[in-house]
T-cell receptor
Framework: DGGITQSPKYLFRKEGQNVTLSCEQN?????MYWYRQDPGQGLRLIYY???????QKGDIAEGYSVSREKKESFPLTVTSAQKNPTAFYLC?????????????FGQGTRLTVV | KQEVTQIPAALSVPEGENLVLNCSFT??????LQWFRQDPGKGLTSLLL?????REQTSGRLNASLDKSSGRSTLYIAASQPGDSATYLC???????????FGKGITLSVRP
């Protein structure tokens, strides 16, 4: 089955902890994205990567970090510097970032600070 | 700065009704527009993608139109069913690194 897999589905973080959300795709897509969704707000872009070993900050990158060491993987780390991390996190990919930009999403990870 | 608006925030209709969901955007210089469906607690499912050069796209009972000059798109759902109940989001791609700007969505409830 081709698609985007996010894990875990639910994640709990203690104050001061760093946590990493996994995103894996087997669609052979070059571009990958991380969005954050909060109740009553539209999705907001955290980071994006157009190609392996490259990534750029989105609108709300503070307190987050990413890596893109492999084409199929784009993990997101929520650091202790992120003051309000409780949210629903969505990973997406597209064939590329120029011509074939239709975005496909994973099933999301719900992060809760305890 | 691109802003995307979807009004109303919620809509309830009886089964079988044809309905139109609206999406408006402030900057007409878009690359494409995408409609998504989101079920509670789930990710987004892509429904339709309209390129800036296109006027409409169809998939089954769904038809999406795009009027770039007026900054509007509509998603038409024919013969609505209870299974269509979900949140529908539109997102515009301004071409700047394929960043999508999302509306807040319309939560649709189709009553049996």
């Amino acid at each position: 089955d081709g698609g985007i897999t996010q894990s875990p589905k639910y994640l709990f973080r203690k104050e001061g902890q760093n946590v990493t959300l996994s995103c894996e795709q087997n669609l052979n897509h070059d571009a990958m994205y991380w969005y954050r969704q909060d109740p009553g707000q539209g999705l907001r872009l955290i980071y994006y990567s157009q190609i392996v070993n490259d990534f750029q900050k989105g609108d709300i990158a503070e307190g987050y970090s990413v890596s893109r060491e492999k084409k199929e993987s784009f993990p997101l780390t929520v650091t202790s510097a992120q003051k309000n991390p409780t949210a629903f996190y969505l990973c997406a990919s597209s064939i590329d970032h120029v011509l074939n930009t239709e975005a496909f999403f994973g099933q999301g990870t719900r992060l809760t600070v305890v | 700065k691109q802003e995307v608006t979807q009004i109303p925030a919620a809509l309830s209709v009886p089964e079988g009704e044809n309905l139109v969901l609206n999406c408006s955007f402030t900057d007409s210089a878009i690359y494409n527009l995408q409609w998504f469906r989101q079920d509670p607690g789930k990710g987004l499912t892509s429904l339709l993608l309209i390129q800036s050069s296109q006027r409409e796209q169809t998939s089954g009972r769904l038809n999406a139109s795009l009027d770039k000059s007026s900054g509007r798109s509509t998603l038409y759902i024919a013969a609505s069913q209870p299974g269509d109940s979900a949140t529908y989001l539109c997102a515009v791609n301004t071409g700047a690194n394929s960043k999508l700007t999302f509306g807040k969505g319309i939560t649709l409830s189709v009553r049996p």
